[in-house]
């Protein structure tokens, strides 16, 4: 047995990073012409446009 490895006793953090590329345009036909700028901008609008969650605590941090 000892070609089996030891346990893994310590924590693993994966880092994903990515890259927006604001100009791309999105390839569904539903957003034929969109960019991903307009899309981020959308959200960015709707997440303000929502104000305080139900839970009583903000995105932000803030309470």
């Known amino acids: 047995m000892s070609d089996v490895p ?35 901008s959308l959200l960015v609008r709707d997440e303000a446009g929502r104000g305080t969650p139900r839970d009583g605590y903000r995105r932000d941090g803030a309470v």
């Open 6 to 40: 030891e346990p893994h006793t310590g924590w693993t953090f994966v880092t994903n990073t990515y890259r927006i590329e604001p100009g791309k345009i999105l390839r569904h036909p539903a957003e034929a012409g969109l960019t991903v700028a307009s899309l981020l």
